[in-house]
T-cell receptor, first 114, second 115 residues
Framework: DAGVIQSPRHEVTEMGQEVTLRCKPI?????LFWYRQTMMRGLELLIY????????DSGMPEDRFSAKMPNASFSTLKIQPSEPRDSAVYFC????????????FGQGTRLTVV | EDKVVQSPLSLVVHEGDTVTLNCSYE??????LLWYKQEKKAPTFLFML????IEKKSGRLSSILDKKELFSILNITATQTGDSAVYLC???????????????FGQGTILTVHP
């Protein structure tokens, strides 16, 4: 298996633009997590899905952030409009059983908003 | 709110030293505790612990969980420069009222091993 695949790997955008990050989880995994990592705040859980249904989005910082999982093999995280403080590495992770198995991480998307 | 705290935040040692990294947690509906190693890219899984007192071991790394005192330690013996990384502790807990788990991470310990 290719593992969790994220795209793009790097994104540089201007403040106010819409940004869409993409994630393909490992086939057969039924839980998907979006994390944001910064030096100041470490790894923060933004939202997670189980069987394509959002379970907890309490970590989504503002209404500018939204996430979807239209099917078991694809998820998006959208920021609209983007701001410089959104600059971070965004990780997607998936796991087989969210209850008690390890999560596997994608390589991340490094987002820079200028 | 679930909380995971790691200490120390950073550690500098020389090759051959033994290090102990700490992780304490306060979560509702604990399910498991996981350790990850993060070098330049994504975190990679090391251990998952669910029961107190049972040591998990992989080469020079070992870890143990104390569910009564709500902490875990990660030991690395005979450290090597390749062990330099950020070590992350995460706790898997039930979302309230559901059977779905979520992973909450600590802020990590930055380990630097000098030759």
């Amino acid at each position: 298996d290719a593992g969790v695949i994220q795209s793009p790997r790097h994104e540089v955008t201007e403040m106010g633009q819409e940004v869409t990050l993409r994630c393909k989880p490992i086939s057969g995994h039924n839980s998907l997590f979006w994390y944001r990592q910064t030096m100041m705040r470490g790894l923060e859980l933004l939202i997670y899905f189980n069987n394509n249904v959002p379970i907890d989005d309490s970590g989504m910082p503002e209404d500018r952030f939204s996430a979807k999982m239209p099917n078991a093999s694809f998820s998006t995280l959208k920021i609209q409009p983007s701001e410089p403080r959104d600059s971070a590495v965004y990780f997607c992770a998936s796991s087989f059983r969210s209850g008690n198995s390890e999560a596997f991480f994608g390589q991340g998307t490094r987002l820079t908003v200028v | 709110e679930d909380k995971v705290v790691q200490s120390p935040l950073s550690l500098v040692v020389h090759e051959g030293d033994t290090v102990t990294l700490n992780c304490s947690y306060e979560v509702t509906n604990f399910r498991s505790l996981l350790w990850y190693k993060q070098e330049k890219k994504a975190p990679t899984f090391l251990f998952m612990l669910t029961s107190s007192g049972i040591e998990k071991k992989s080469g020079r790394l070992s870890s143990i969980l104390d569910k009564k005192e709500l902490f875990s330690i990660l030991n690395i013996t005979a450290t090597q420069t390749g062990d330099s990384a950020v070590y992350l502790c995460a706790v898997n807990s039930n979302a309230g009222g559901t059977s779905y788990g979520k992973l909450t991470f600590g802020q990590g310990t930055i380990l630097t091993v000098h030759p």
